[in-house]
């Protein structure tokens, strides 16, 4: 006997309650390219945490109750498609895409306006740095980099 267990909420509701960006659980930069070579085939949370690049105990601790697509054996082993967590990171976990005179307040944990910018230029790097309107935190927006030649 096998049991299919797939939560997951339609895009309609989602999006009229989603208010805040989710940031616990989200993955870095190289873990998202990973992400992209899962298969189309079932992993267990170890074998998934290997191939992406995260903890074990990050499955069941955050993604499991996020509703992450998932189904368990007769014998209660937890198996994850490949294919079916990758649509679902991507639904639930979107890319924050920033303007040009925006930048990313880890503070407020929202994108904001950049009021007064000023130009730095330090070693290879060239980069506006202002101040968050809501906390006063500095923050950093990176235009050039010339060391990895970006």
Same mark, same amino acid.
């Given at each position: 006997?096998?049991?299919?267990?797939?939560?997951?909420?339609?895009?309609?509701?989602?999006?009229?309650?989603?208010? #805040?960006?989710?940031?616990?659980?989200?993955?870095?930069? @190289?873990?998202?390219?990973?992400?992209?070579?899962?298969?189309?085939?079932?992993?267990?949370? =170890?074998?998934?945490?290997? #191939?992406?690049?995260?903890?074990?105990?990050?499955? @069941?601790?955050? @993604?499991?109750?996020?509703?992450? %697509?998932?189904?368990?054996?007769?014998?209660? +082993?937890?198996? !994850?498609? =490949?294919?079916?967590?990758?649509?679902?990171? #991507?639904?639930?976990? %979107?890319?924050?895409?920033?303007?040009?005179?925006?930048?990313?307040?880890?503070?407020?944990?929202?994108?904001?306006?950049?009021?007064? %910018?000023?130009?730095?230029?330090?070693?290879?790097? !060239? @980069?506006? !740095?202002?101040?968050?309107?809501?906390?006063?935190?500095?923050? %950093? +927006?990176?235009?050039?980099?010339?060391?990895?030649?970006?």
């Amino acid at each position: 006997m096998t049991i299919f267990l797939k939560i997951w909420v339609n895009e309609e509701d989602y999006m009229t309650d989603q208010t #805040e960006i989710i940031l616990k659980g989200r993955l870095k930069g @190289y873990q998202r390219m990973r992400l992209i070579k899962l298969l189309d085939m079932e992993y267990t949370p =170890g074998e998934l945490a290997i #191939e992406v690049g995260f903890n074990r105990r990050q499955v @069941y601790r955050v @993604y499991m109750h996020q509703g992450c %697509p998932h189904r368990r054996d007769n014998k209660r +082993r937890l198996w !994850i498609n =490949g294919k079916e967590f990758q649509e679902w990171y #991507e639904f639930f976990y %979107p890319r924050i895409e920033l303007g040009k005179n925006e930048a990313f307040c880890l503070t407020c944990k929202k994108p904001v306006i950049m009021n007064n %910018p000023h130009l730095i230029k330090k070693g290879g790097f !060239i @980069y506006w !740095i202002c101040k968050c309107p809501n906390c006063g935190r500095k923050l %950093p +927006r990176i235009i050039e980099n010339k060391k990895w030649g970006k």
